[in-house]
């Protein structure tokens, strides 16, 4: 058996297949390029999912890869077992070869076969097969042809041994190979009672695509079967490297090592360092992808395996900012197969960095917390309040409390922690006051044919009159509306430009239109009748306002260029997250991990400008969505797209899929001028800005706000945003100390007044009055108390503008007969207020602070008649 690299059996695989016919196909990225319906790509067969399924043809029928994928989020989630197992990974690699109506089982298996035991010498006495049990063409072919011997094989279920692409569709049956790791391992053959085990280790899947299945179950057989294999690149090399875990393999050794280097630790078999060179590779190569932290969606599943890796960190004593420094040893095994990890090695390391910089004092406050609680635990499992706790006040992510529940034996009352969040979403509501009004969705099918692109006047036919969201026969003045036409010169909203205006006529009335939506095939004209009255069926004249039109496609035109200049000029990871565009300005959301710089800026409105000079044509042509992909067109991350889609060129600058309306030419636009840059949210920065006369006017405004502010700064003009930024940023750090003092006050208050806590029957029982006592902060310290006092019934108070603000907290053990809601009742009744809340948490307020006191020193009494 030869002894490989990592590197060494990824080429020889590639280089196997590609002299027998196979094209070579580059790993697609860890985003589905296009399938809705995966979070990652997540198996080799991905990119090549739509050939399967006949929706996509390409000029081979035979190819091979060495995919990257990822499993950390959605159905297919390995993320908790990492670190604990010794094949689980987040990131790996499948190489796979595949036949599209090409060869078929036969070749398949000898091409496994020869593979394994030829190319690489692994000796067929440590290989075992499993077939489909009712397969016994395959069956055949291993036993008679391939000789394997029948006491190393064995008919495995449809569970195991019958793959499917879902519930209908292509599907058919599997064959595996299993590599025995020798009697020391626990566990037996596949197929037996001990198969669960260890010893013997799946290494190569070959799946048959023999089927059509139909939703009754019915299997009609392929006219052109295919084949998809994949063998997972880490268990190949644990196989070929002699050692049992992946995580003993060359390339997470270098890792591993990194990591043990920065926690200043010779001993590299803790769970600990496997997590974090695991979640090296993810991180690294989900950034390199396009992915950046967020709270929602890929960016969501990318921030927690960044925390989870930075926590793992602290549990090794690591306090620095370390993650980012693992990029580098990264890129030095993995580079040479994925270039982009080394191309995009100083964005993912600034990714990363900041990440954990904004995480560090959340990880060391929840920890700090989190073992404070541990110590007063009953029983193996811990509370839900405890673990909302730390999610609400501390930011600590509840993935992290599970993890940490798992390294000590414990469990979570997560029913507790969900009930914890209802309470508070219905408090939330409360204090809002906010209800949603949605629009009814229209019972109207009609199709209305767009004739906007070309003109802003038609003549059409009023299909269908609605009020409140249902069908009239007319609309008269005063009343508002929907009109539906059969064709339409206005525009309905969508790919962020808003929907035109205008007014639609007949010989009986006149409608304002004051937005246009769209509803499947149907446009939906929002108005006001503002004279006679709209009847259904009548023949009228659409016409769109032509100079909101015109500015609107100012804006949106430019949102163009300025989408394809921040990716000139930042990098291609720059991708769209939101857009407005409106007759006013236009407002364009991207992904990007930094402020941009004044430089920048002024380097985005230089190629923007420069584009709107050259006066290039702006062309439209509607094509099949793969060709339009295949050219270079960016697809908008969130939009749908059908067959056939418009592409939208300006130049040679800028190649959009867009629907929306623009100029005819880049001159049209006139200039272009940005006028504000922030973030919105984490790694999402938003761009506003002007075009036309619009950003004219703005400039020559801005010229003399800048020269009085230079006098107000006492600088020059060309330092003022120097000088105005210093002030912001030491005005956000004034307001973080702050924030950071009034926590550790509130700790402070929190240890100091446990003290003052009486027992009434068993029960501390605590009702004080904070001086100076900041009304947000009173909810943090009961936290506190509650936390240190455990059996306890609280009562803190403060006085502020002569209102009082009271807070009540009891611990779950007393609730049964102690309400927190009563309880804070009963003290607001006497400083002329009222409130309520959970068994667990109320609050309340009054205008009588004279009467406190005394309310709070009958707050024993009050406990004491209760239990």
């Known amino acids: 058996m030869k002894r490989l690299t990592t590197s060494a059996i990824r080429e020889q695989f590639l280089d196997y297949f590609r002299e027998r016919g196979h094209t070579i196909v580059p790993s697609a990225p860890l985003i589905p390029q296009r399938d809705p319906t995966l979070l990652f790509t997540n198996a080799g067969m991905v990119p090549f999912k739509d050939i399967f399924l006949g929706r996509e043809h390409r000029d081979y029928t035979r190819a091979a890869s060495s995919q990257k994928c990822l499993r950390a989020g959605g159905k297919h989630n390995d993320l908790e077992n990492v670190g604990y197992t010794a094949r689980h990974h987040t990131f790996f690699e499948m190489l796979g070869n595949f036949s599209f109506g090409d060869y078929f089982k036969r070749e398949a298996i000898q091409y496994a076969w020869e593979f394994l035991t030829g190319v690489l010498a692994i000796p067929e006495e440590k290989l075992w097969v499993t077939v489909y049990e009712e397969d016994d063409e395959a069956a055949d072919i291993w036993l008679k042809e391939m000789k394997v011997s029948p006491e190393r094989f064995a008919r495995i279920g449809a569970h195991d041994n019958f793959w499917s692409m879902g519930e209908v569709g292509p599907c058919g049956p599997c064959t595996e190979i299993f590599y025995d790791h020798g009697p020391e391992v626990a566990g037996g053959p596949p197929g037996s009672p001990d198969a669960e085990g260890d010893r013997y280790v799946e290494i190569w899947n070959l799946v048959f695509m023999q089927y059509d299945r139909a939703p009754d179950g019915t299997l009609t057989p392929l006219p052109k079967p295919s084949v998809d294999t994949g063998m997972g690149v880490e268990r190949i090399a644990a196989v070929l490297q002699g050692v049992h875990s992946n995580y003993d393999i060359d390339l997470f050794r270098h890792l591993i090592r990194a990591a043990a280097d920065l926690a200043g630790t010779d001993d590299l078999s803790g769970n600990s360092l496997k997590v974090i060179a695991d979640h090296t590779r993810a991180a690294a190569f989900l950034i390199a992808d396009g992915v950046l932290p967020s709270n929602e969606g890929r960016g969501y599943v990318l921030r927690r395996i960044i925390r989870r890796a930075i926590r793992h960190g602290y549990r090794l004593g690591i306090r620095e900012i370390f993650f980012h420094r693992l990029v580098a040893p990264l890129a030095e095994v993995m580079g040479d197969a994925y270039p982009e990890i080394v191309s995009h090695q100083a964005q993912i390391e600034q990714v990363l960095k900041r990440e954990e910089a904004r995480f560090a004092e959340t990880l060391e406050q929840g920890m700090r917390v989190l073992e404070d609680g541990l110590k007063k635990l009953e029983g193996k499992r811990i509370p839900g309040d405890l673990i909302f706790l730390l999610y609400d006040t501390y930011g600590f992510p509840v993935d992290l409390t599970r993890d940490f529940a798992l390294e000590h034996g414990l469990s979570l009352d997560l029913e507790g922690f969900e009930r914890a969040m209802a ?445």
């Open 423 to 867: 309470e508070q979403r219905e408090r939330a509501r409360a204090a809002s006051g906010f209800s949603a009004d949605y629009h009814k969705v229209i019972p109207i099918h009609a199709k209305t044919e767009f004739l906007g692109y070309d003109r802003l006047e038609a003549e059409a036919k009023i299909l269908a009159v609605l009020q409140n969201g249902e069908p009239v026969e007319s609309l008269p003045a005063g009343e508002s509306g929907v009109v539906v036409l059969d064709r339409t010169p206005f525009y309905a909203e969508g790919g962020g430009q808003v929907g035109d205006r205008g007014e639609i006529r007949t010989d009986a009335g006149r409608l304002r239109v004051e937005d246009t939506q769209k509803q499947g095939d149907t446009w939906l004209h929002w108005g006001k009748v503002v004279q006679g009255q709209l009847e259904r069926a009548a023949a009228s004249t659409a016409r769109v306002d032509e100079e909101l039109r015109d500015a609107t496609a100012l804006n949106h035109s430019a949102t163009h260029l300025l989408h394809a200049a921040l990716r000139n000029l930042l990098g291609e990871h720059v991708q769209q997250k939101g857009s407005l565009v409106d007759a006013e300005r236009l407002r364009f959301d991207f992904a990007h991990f930094e402020p941009l710089t004044r430089d920048q800026v002024e380097e985005i409105e230089r190629l923007v400008n420069g584009e709107i000079r050259r006066n290039q044509p702006v062309t439209a042509e509607v094509m099949a969505k793969d060709d339009a992909l295949a050219a270079g067109a960016v697809a908008l991350f969130g939009e749908k797209y059908g067959d056939r889609v418009r592409v939208l060129k300006i130049g040679d600058f800028s190649v959009e899929l867009c629907g929306g309306t623009h100029v005819r030419r880049s001159g049209d636009i006139g200039f272009f001028k940005i006028i504000t840059e922030t973030g919105i949210a984490a790694g999402v920065r938003r761009i506003e800005a002007l075009t036309g006369e619009r950003a004219v006017r703005w400039a020559q405004g801005a010229d003399a706000q800048l020269t009085a502010l230079a006098g107000a700064f006492k600088c020059q003009p060309e330092e003022v945003e120097i000088k105005s930024r210093q002030a912001l940023e030491k005005n956000r750090q004034l307001e973080k100390e702050l924030e950071r003092l009034k926590a550790k006050l509130a700790s402070q208050a929190g240890s100091d007044l446990a003290s003052q806590a009486v027992d009434v029957e068993g029960v501390k029982v605590l009702a004080v009055q904070l001086e100076d006592g900041d009304p947000k902060a009173l909810r943090t310290t009961l936290d506190q108390l509650k936390n240190k006092l455990g059996s306890a019934a609280i009562v803190l108070a403060t006085v502020k503008n002569a209102k009082v603000t009271l807070v009540a907290g009891v611990s779950k053990d007393l609730t049964d007969r102690i309400k927190a809601g009563e309880l804070v009742n009963a003290v607001a009744q006497q400083v002329g207020g009222r409130g309520g809340g959970r068994p667990d948490f109320a609050q309340a307020g009054g205008s009588q602070p004279e009467n406190l006191s005394e309310a709070l020193a009958g707050v024993d009494d009050w406990i004491r008649s209760r239990l």
